[in-house]
C-alpha cells in the first residue's frame, strides 16, 4: 500500500491507548514502501506522542518518509491558506495545508489520517482527497 500519512494515524499507529490503534495497526501490516509525509507532521506527532525517538525510527524503518519541501509550493500554500481561512490556522492545519498540496501533486495517493477534515478539504479546488480512514463508529 502506498500514501500520504497524517499525524492522526501515525500517533494511533505507535499508542496501543489510542482509540483507533487496532484500525493503524491493521492498515500498517500492508504498507510495504514508506509512506509520504512532511516534517510539520513529524513534530506534531512527536508531541502528540512525547517521543521524538519513536517518530525518528519511524523513519528510520521504513514507515514514513519525507516527500515534501515547502519552498517549491509557497504560492499554491498561499492560496490554500486562503480558501480554508476559517479553519484558524494553526500548525496542524498547516501540516493539513502542505497534505492537500501533496495529494495534489501525487493524485494517486490517499491520505492516511483520521482528521474528518480531510472530507471537507478540496484538492485542485472542487476534487476530493482519496482518504483511509477508521469506519465511523
Known amino acids: 500500500m502506498r500514501g500520504i500519512a497524517d499525524t492522526g494515524f501515525l500517533v494511533a499507529f505507535a499508542n496501543r491507548r489510542n482509540l483507533h490503534f487496532p484500525w493503524a495497526y491493521a492498515l500498517a501490516e500492508h504498507i510495504h514502501e514508506p509512506l509520504l509525509t512532511r516534517e510539520a507532521v513529524l513534530a506534531e506527532t512527536a508531541y502528540h506522542l512525547?517521543?521524538?525517538e519513536l517518530v525518528l525510527r519511524m523513519m528510520e524503518?521504513?514507515?514514513v518518509r519525507l516527500a515534501?519541501?515547502?519552498?517549491?509550493?509557497r504560492t499554491e500554500l498561499v492560496e490554500l491558506a486562503r480558501r480554508y481561512a476559517d479553519h484558524q490556522p494553526d500548525l496542524a492545519d498547516l501540516a493539513d495545508l502542505c497534505l492537500?498540496?501533496?495529494s495534489e501533486i501525487n493524485s494517486q495517493l490517499p491520505v492516511i489520517t483520521v482528521?474528518?477534515?480531510f472530507r471537507i478539504y478540496r484538492r485542485n479546488q472542487r476534487e476530493m482527497i482519496p482518504v483511509i480512514m477508521p469506519p465511523v463508529r
Do not use: Q
Open 50 to 52: 512525547k517521543n521524538s
Open 61 to 63: 524503518t521504513g514507515l
Open 68 to 73: 515534501f519541501d515547502i519552498k517549491g509550493h
Open 100 to 102: 492537500i498540496r501533496m
Open 115 to 117: 482528521d474528518g477534515d
